[in-house]
């Protein structure tokens, strides 16, 4: 068996970073399909999103029934790959589960924009029940989103 250079040793355990990297991915979407099912059996179901530069990001999704009572709440936070989803009770010091989506949608409504900012996946999963419960359009910033990727996709 040759020997590894220090060059060869360096660009193996990037290989196995990747490798890593790689089926901890995997992991945390099989981990989201799990949570969508589990919520979308309570209801109606709003996704949030908000992308972090090291440990302020999350994924928020939240369930509803017909008249807008919460019935479930999950997150997602934390470091990397080796962060799961977990029950979610509280949001800004009130209880989620069994209170009215439109009552949190006034709340964030009336965020500025740096509250707005950290708490978007929040905002976004209360803006799609919204949507979904008055049977509206997309958001603004939704709109303006798909527009971006349909562009991005024409580029391709």
């Known amino acids: 068996m040759p020997e590894l250079s220090g060059i060869s040793w360096l660009l193996l355990i990037v290989l196995g970073l990747f490798i890593l ?5 995997y992991l945390q979407i099989r981990d989201y399909q799990r ?3 589990r919520m979308h059996r309570l209801g109606n179901v709003g996704v949030g999103q908000k992308r972090g530069h090291l440990l302020d990001g999350h994924v928020v999704i939240i369930a509803c029934d017909g008249d807008g009572v919460i019935k479930g709440a999950e997150i997602i936070d934390g470091i990397g790959v080796w962060a799961r989803f977990h029950p979610l009770k509280t949001f800004l010091g009130k209880e989620l589960v069994g209170a009215n989506v439109f009552d949190f949608i006034e709340i964030v409504s009336a ?3 740096r509250q707005t900012r950290k708490y978007r996946g929040y905002v976004r999963a209360f803006e799609a029940l919204e949507a979904r419960l008055l049977g509206k359009d997309l958001t603004r910033e939704q709109e ?13």
């Not at 303006?144 to 391709?156: F, G, V």
């Open 35 to 37: 949570a969508i099912r």
């Open 111 to 113: 965020f500025d924009k």
């Open 144 to 156: 303006a989103a798909m527009e971006k990727r349909r562009a991005k996709a024409r580029k391709a």
């Open 21 to 25: 990297q790689a089926a901890g991915g």
